[in-house]
């Protein structure tokens, strides 16, 4: 399958084409001068663990994983950093003296590096996550640390209660319940639904919210989400898609096949403008 291509790394998914990694990666590699080819690889969902064999087995020196397959690389990894143990769930691989693969997770400190740029959060914040899947595995930790409460709210009660379970003893997280309806606000709330309907959007209630309230979709795409939209609707004051956690993320990989940090900031910038982004931060 990799017969004819060189590349060192590279983003595994399904789907994969609209990938922005890829871009984001060159830009790194004209920013620190190493040559890093990095492409974009789609996985039938079945393949995952024969894929990234063959893929290590012939060129790659490192791999983002991205969803469905966070769950399978964990389990995929021969060593795990702290971040990942605690996230159980895997989003960059790398291959260590041509031995082992270890499995980082970037997502936590992605996330959280954009919210710090975009003055999204502080600690003690109330944060109303909607979603309970892999990405939320990811983040977590990082949210918790920074000395938030969480609330989490998902269509499937089960999965609530399974990732509650898990990251209790890091902090204050709790399964939201509509006894809070009325009595309080959240300072963020964020969006890490896969799919986000205009009939989920309007389930939220506005009493959960305040003029102050931040709000965060981990989603991007070329026009706005359904999320955002939405934001826009019920007349938010800060709101924004995910692609500065997009960039840390890929930026803290990075960091981990090559011992540098790239400036994130510019990419961002050059991201949203492409994409013709509804974006309203806190920095205006
Ligand atoms: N910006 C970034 O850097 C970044 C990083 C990571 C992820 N993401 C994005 O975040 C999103 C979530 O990723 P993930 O890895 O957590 O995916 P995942 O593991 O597949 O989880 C999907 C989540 O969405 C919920 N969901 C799916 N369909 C729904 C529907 N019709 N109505 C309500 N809820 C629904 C699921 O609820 P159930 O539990 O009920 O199934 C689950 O909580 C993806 O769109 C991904 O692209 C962005």
């Not at 983002?64 to 691989?93: D, G, M």
């Not at 800060?238 to 990075?254: D, E, K, P, R, W």
């Amino acid at each position: 399958m990799f017969k004819d291509q060189k590349f060192n790394y590279a983003v595994f998914g399904n789907p994969i084409k609209h990938s922005k990694s890829p871009m984001i990666h060159s830009f790194f590699s004209k920013q620190t001068g190493i040559l890093h080819t990095y492409n974009s690889i789609h996985v039938p969902l079945k393949d995952f663990r024969s894929v990234l064999c063959s893929f290590f087995e012939k060129y790659g020196q490192g791999a983002n994983v991205t969803a469905p397959f966070k769950r399978e690389a964990y389990s995929f990894s021969t060593q795990l950093t702290e971040r990942a143990k605690i996230a159980q769930s895997v989003n960059t691989l790398k291959k260590v003296d041509n031995q082992y693969l270890l499995g980082d997770n970037t997502d936590g400190i992605g996330l959280l590096s954009d919210l710090i740029r975009l003055n999204f959060i502080k600690k003690n914040y109330s944060i109303l996550i909607l979603g309970a899947g892999g990405a939320v595995q990811g983040v977590l930790f990082s949210l918790l640390s920074f000395g938030c409460s969480v609330f989490i709210l998902n269509r499937t009660i089960e999965n609530s209660k399974k990732i509650v379970l898990q990251f209790r003893k890091y902090g204050n997280i709790n399964i939201f319940n509509q006894e809070l309806l009325n009595i309080k606000y959240f300072d963020l709330i964020i969006n890490a639904r896969s799919i986000y309907t205009e009939e989920s959007g309007n389930v939220l209630p506005l009493s959960l919210i305040s003029s102050k309230t931040c709000f965060y979709d981990m989603n991007y795409q070329i026009d706005n989400t359904f999320f955002i939209d939405w934001c826009i609707k019920i007349g938010a004051t800060y709101y924004t898609n995910g692609i500065g956690m997009l960039v840390f993320q890929a930026a803290h990989s990075y960091f981990l096949w090559h011992n540098i940090l790239p400036e994130t900031n510019y990419i961002i910038e050059i991201l949203n403008k492409k994409n013709n982004m509804e974006f309203k931060d806190k920095l205006i």
